[in-house]
C-alpha cells in the first residue's frame, strides 16, 4: 500500500535555529501533500497545501516566512521551521494521496516531534 | 467541508464491539464520510469511507444514516491496540481536497 516516510522522528534544536523535516512517498507519486501541527491533548491542525511545482497555500494565521515548504518534486516534500522558538515545539504530520481526489484516504506520516530548547 | 461533532470520549470492554457515533448533519451531497484513527504519538491512520451505503472492511464497519446526517464506525472485537483517538471527517473528494480534523473521540479499551 502507499507509503509516506517522515524524517526525522525526532528533534531537538536550539532556540534561533533552523530545523528540516522531509515527506516522502514511497511507492506512489503525489501532487500534493499536506502539512499538519498537533499540540498535545489537541487534533491535528492543518499548516500548509504543498504543491508539487509550485507555491505552497497556506492556513490563514500561519507565517509562511517562519514555515518554509519546498516540494521539489513528485515525492518529497520539506518543511523547515526557521528561528525556532519555544513555542514552535510541536509534533509535525505530513499526509499525501497517492491519486488526487482519489476515493482512497489521505496516507501520514509517522510524524516529527520537534523540540526546541 | 461540512462539520462534525463527536464524544469527546468513550471506554469499551475488550472484545466486545464498540460503537463510535459521529454527527453531521450539514453534510453535503457530494461529501463522503471518512474515519481515520490516531494512536498515541503516530500518524492518523485510515479506517475506512462511505457516502451512503454501510461500508465494511477487515478493520470496521460503516453504518450511514438514510439521510446521511449521522454515522456509526464500528469495531467488531475491540483490542487494547484499538486504543486511540478516533476521527470522522467529512469531505468532498476533489483534486487536491485537504483533510479538516475535529475534535474527535478518546476511545480507552480497556481489558
Known amino acids: 500500500g502507499a507509503v509516506v516516510s517522515q524524517h526525522p522522528s525526532r528533534v531537538i534544536c536550539k532556540s534561533g535555529t533552523s530545523v528540516k523535516i522531509e515527506c516522502r512517498s514511497l511507492d506512489f507519486q503525489a501532487t500534493t501533500m499536506f502539512w499538519y501541527r498537533q499540540f498535545p491533548k489537541q487534533s491535528l491542525m492543518l499548516m500548509a497545501t504543498?504543491?508539487?511545482?509550485?507555491?505552497?497555500?497556506?492556513e490563514q494565521g500561519v507565517e509562511k516566512d517562519k514555515f518554509l515548504i519546498n516540494h521539489a518534486s513528485l515525492t518529497l516534500s520539506t518543511l523547515t521551521v526557521t528561528s525556532a522558538h519555544p513555542e514552535d515545539s510541536s509534533f509535525y504530520i505530513c499526509?499525501?494521496?497517492?491519486?488526487?481526489?482519489?476515493?482512497?484516504?489521505?496516507?501520514f506520516g509517522s510524524g516529527t516531534r520537534l523540540t526546541v530548547v | 467541508d461540512a462539520k462534525t461533532t463527536q464524544p469527546p470520549s468513550m471506554d469499551c470492554a475488550e472484545g466486545r464491539a464498540a460503537n463510535l457515533p459521529c454527527n453531521h448533519s450539514t453534510i453535503s451531497g457530494n461529501e463522503y464520510v471518512y474515519w481515520y484513527r490516531q494512536i498515541h504519538s503516530q500518524g492518523p491512520q485510515y479506517i475506512i469511507h462511505g457516502l451512503k451505503n454501510n461500508e465494511t472492511n477487515e478493520m470496521a464497519s460503516l453504518i450511514i444514516t438514510e439521510d446521511r446526517k449521522s454515522s456509526t464506525l464500528i469495531l467488531p472485537h475491540a483490542t487494547l491496540r484499538d486504543t486511540a483517538v478516533y476521527y470522522c471527517?467529512?469531505?468532498?473528494?476533489?483534486?487536491?481536497?485537504?483533510?479538516?480534523f475535529g475534535g474527535g473521540t478518546r476511545v480507552l479499551v480497556k481489558p
Open positions: 499526509s499525501a494521496s497517492p491519486r488526487i481526489g482519489s476515493y482512497l484516504g489521505y496516507t
Open positions: 471527517i467529512v469531505r468532498v473528494v476533489a483534486a487536491g481536497n485537504k483533510l479538516t
Open positions: 504543498s504543491n508539487e511545482g509550485s507555491k505552497a497555500t497556506y
